[in-house]
């Protein structure tokens, strides 16, 4: 796929292509183990409780300390700059990218919490407000989900303790449901305006996840430089 010259439309490059132009981009990344093992150290009751700001109908919502928005950023910050250089891409037809000679890039975090969910208790469909980007990643699931998710599996409609992303109206060649089973270790980021939910589950224990809100700056070069000389 490509551009015109001009930079504003669609112009095949091969004999035979498959064209996604429209609708949210998402990321996934897996964690490394020696974040995960952290952030379930850090992870403590103490932390300021975020419920009130949450619509989640789960046991403990937990904010992130600035350590844990800082652990959290030298794990993902580069994927997240990655994310974005595929995004521009994609919407651009290529025509974009992300450039380091004009730009710096910079990610900043709004809020970041911790997600304890238990056995019957769910998170009703919702969007994230105050920042462009929102991410889920998981940190513990309950012993034997397994179990439950097997018998779970066998229903034509599987959704126990699964995520669920949602967005536009269904129509032909389109897709607007997105269900993701939660495994210790996957991260995903997406749009803050995506709605989503989380199903309950019935296996008794937790299944612990964190939430981060964050923008991605793009901030030119030299802007400072040029006031100067004015
Ligand atoms: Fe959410």
Known sequence: MGLHENG?????????????PFGPVMGYRKLSSEFIKKMNTLMKTELEDFSDNLVGKVKHELKFSKDIENLWLREVSQFIGRFHSYSEHRNSFGARSLD????????????????????????????????AMSCVGYLGLPDGI??????DYK????????????????????????????QVGDFYIFPSELFHCVYPFKTKGERRSFSVNFSFLEIPKNKDKKNVDK
């Open 8 to 20: 504003k439309f669609y112009v095949p490059v091969k004999d035979e292509e498959y064209i996604a």
């Open 100 to 131: 380091t000679n004009k730009y710096d890039y910079g990610i900043k975090v709004v809020s970041g919490w911790f997600v304890r969910q238990f056995e019957n208790e769910y998170n009703p469909l919702h969007i994230h407000t105050g920042a």
């Open 146 to 151: 397994e179990k439950e998710w097997e018998e």
């Open 155 to 182: 229903d034509h409609h599987p959704a126990n303790g699964h995520i669920q992303f949602a967005h536009g109206t269904t129509s032909g060649y389109n897709n607007t449901n997105f269900m993701v089973k939660p």
